[in-house]
């Protein structure tokens, strides 16, 4: 094989392993305890498979290898810098962040969420984030107070 056929490989693949960084929201970058945690453990992991990336022979299987945990590098690195640690709130008084909301819908169903940062945020399993509309609608209201989401209404029951 002819020297310009693998530095034509390695520059093909150079351009096909430079991912784009994963977007970051211009929000705050708002935390709970486990949000941080579960950062710092994404950022160990990202630096890990870099680690065993740069761990191959091929120079070009190692770019391949490395192009998205560099990416998840970059990204967990900004996430965990920008990350600003919120304590837990102190009163049920009012929807916080870190606030765990029940309220009713007006077609009688039921919700529980509990209010996180973006990265942290899951609704299958119970969090939403502070930016999102619902968050926004109950950041800083009580218990009983109604909210309009488009054409639905929605009741805080209980905030603990």
Not at 69 to 77: A, G, Q, V
């Amino acid at each position: 094989m002819s020297v310009a056929f693998t530095k034509e490989d390695s520059a093909q693949t150079a351009s096909e392993t430079m991912l784009p960084d994963r977007p970051i929201s211009a929000a705050p970058n708002l935390v709970t305890q486990t949000g941080l945690s579960a950062l710092q453990a994404q950022l160990e992991q990202a630096r890990s498979a870099v680690d065993a990336a740069n761990g191959i022979e091929d120079v070009n299987e190692r770019r391949r290898q490395a192009a998205g945990p560099l990416r998840d590098l970059r990204y967990f690195s900004e996430r965990v810098r920008t990350a600003q640690l919120m304590p837990v709130p102190d009163t049920t008084a009012a929807v916080a962040f870190g606030s765990t909301i029940v309220f009713s819908r007006d077609d009688g169903r039921r919700q529980q969420y509990k209010i996180v940062g973006e990265d942290e945020a899951d609704p299958k399993t119970g969090s939403i984030s502070h930016v999102s509309p619902i968050a926004r609608l109950l950041l800083g209201r009580a218990v009983g107070d109604v909210v309009n989401l488009g054409d639905h209404e929605l009741e805080i029951i209980a905030i603990a």
